[in-house]
């Protein structure tokens, strides 16, 4: 006879779970109890918002379900951007909420909510455990959810009673990852369309990737001498000085990619959707029927023609579809192989920061600094804003996993993201990229590096304003500005506060010796980097967008 909690412990230790992402409360009590003899790490946030990005994070960067557990009613809700955010990213994510008594439901008892509603759009199921007896089936059956097809959020609803019921129970068993394979008439039709194609492009992106998957497409497009660009925010999916890497497909797309992407005869979209942001609003491919023959390689059937009509669908998981590939090969070197070569060059010179900026801190010659001094395997964290674009556009991306940011476009992701890839990986440098306005959404988390020992480097481009929003306001409301000031706190001073090392910059020259210095302390660091807000982007001004109209 065992507890609902112990049950649901036994559960998270068959299904692979090191580690959870956690805010304590009263409702799961009896889960909190049986963690204390159990060897997975509860690694306990500041909110739940925080936490479940941080879950989220773990399921982006290893490809296994991350776990957050959430007390009920507002720490549900307080949780819920984590699960948009996994949900329009494609990540699988477990996330476990406290709920009333049985005997109480429907009655709006405290902190109750209906979460089959309130998550019903987000996740991609909900289920609430009534009997402790069916913890192993249901808990596994979420682990198999979340990671199978195209992956997501399951949310599983924990009844306080339940939790404490002793109950007699099958031993847990893990759930089996399905990896769905292409058949060899689909590997022959897409070798057929190549070999006719003269502007062939190859888009990666999506999730369900492994090391070994990327390594494998490398090799492909290497024998094939194919261009190949990343979906927004999937840059880790190619080296980026891989010959054929030709740039990011998203937001502030090279305009040179993005007419050779809409003049290409043949499209290879491997893993990913491709929404409205990479696809710049559906225009690089036209939906729902592109211009360009189109070969769809996603692991979830449903996806395959919803969006866009393909030529070939192909129902496989990009790390099945990536071994498949590679053994493939042309019969003659590709006519479009000079094409692909020059491509890189546009992409080298599009990659390369600027030297000049308004301002007394100059981001060009920052960004060009931190390229010749990062390791090739540092992980970036971000959250939303103009700020990333420095990160998007200039960062070389070297080695698998090393970018955690939501595709979703949401805010306040870099400081927990950032947190839980360095508890995944403690080997690997890693970075959060940070607005001022970005940091303080889940700024807090910063005493969760510090209390798990997880030193990571906050870079805060602080200019005072909300960036995106004040640019675009400039540029439909020219000098009426209205919502987007800030007033901030002295940043290197919170991280002192919180027990970290904090910096600031004020002038271009000074940001290099500020960030050895973080790096030197092994703590959590905070460097405030003071940015004129006239330097909104790389290339413009706000002035000159303001002007523009």
Known sequence: MKTGGRLIVEALEANGVERIYSVPGESYLAVLDALHDSGIRNIVCRQEGGAAMMADCEGRLTGRPGVCFV????????????????????????????????????????????????????????????????????????????ASGRPGPVVVALPEDMLTDEVEAPAPLPYMPVETSPGQAEIASTVDLLEKAVRPFVILGGTRWTADAVAAMSDALETWKLPVGCSFRRQALCDHLH??????????????????????????????????????????????????????????????????????????????????????????????????????????????????????????????????????????????????????????????????????????????????????????????????????MNGQEFATALQYGAPVIVVILNNGIYGTIRMHQEREYPGRVSGTTLRNPDFAALASAYGGHGETVERTEDFAAAFERARATGLPAIIDVKLDPEAITPTRTLTQIRERR
Do not use: C
């Not at 009655?107 to 402790?132: H, L, N, P």
């Not at 990333?388 to 927990?416: D, K, L, N």
């Open 243 to 440: 010959a054929s890497y030709a740039g990011d497909v998203g937001i502030g797309i090279n305009p040179k990619l993005g007419d050779y992407i809409r003049k290409a005869d043949l499209v290879l979209l491997v893993g990913g959707r491709f929404g409205e942001m990479p696809s710049s609003d559906y225009s690089l491919l036209k939906s729902p029927y592109p211009d360009q023959k189109l070969v769809h390689i996603y692991p979830d059937a449903s996806e395959l023609g919803r969006v866009y009509r393909p030529t070939v669908a192909i129902n496989a998981t990009p790390t099945a579809f990536a071994e498949a590939f590679a053994a493939t090969a042309p019969k003659a070197t590709p006519v479009w192989a000079n094409r692909t070569a020059e491509l890189h060059e546009e992409y080298l010179a599009w990659s390369t920061p600027p030297v000049e900026g308004p301002g007394a801190v100059k981001m060009g010659p920052i960004m060009a600094w931190l390229e010749k001094n990062l390791p090739e395997d540092v992980i970036i964290a971000n959250g939303a804003g103009n700020f990333a674009t420095w990160v998007h556009r200039f960062h070389r991306f070297r080695r698998f996993a090393g970018q955690a940011a939501p595709t979703s476009g949401s805010m306040g992701y870099g400081v927990p993201g950032g947190i839980a890839a360095k508890l995944i990986f403690p080997e690997r440098e890693t970075i959060v990229w940070a607005g001022d306005g970005d940091f303080l």
């Open 71 to 146: 007390t009920r009613g507002p720490g549900a809700t307080n949780a819920s951007p984590g699960i948009h955010i996994a949900r329009q990213d494609s990540n699988p994510v477990v996330m476990f909420v406290g709920q009333v008594a049985r005997g109480n439901l429907e009655r709006e008892a405290f902190q109750e909510v209906d979460y089959k509603s309130f998550f019903g759009s987000m996740a991609k199921w909900v289920v609430e455990i009534d009997d402790a007896a069916r913890i192993p089936e249901l808990v596994t059956r979420a682990f198999s959810i979340a």
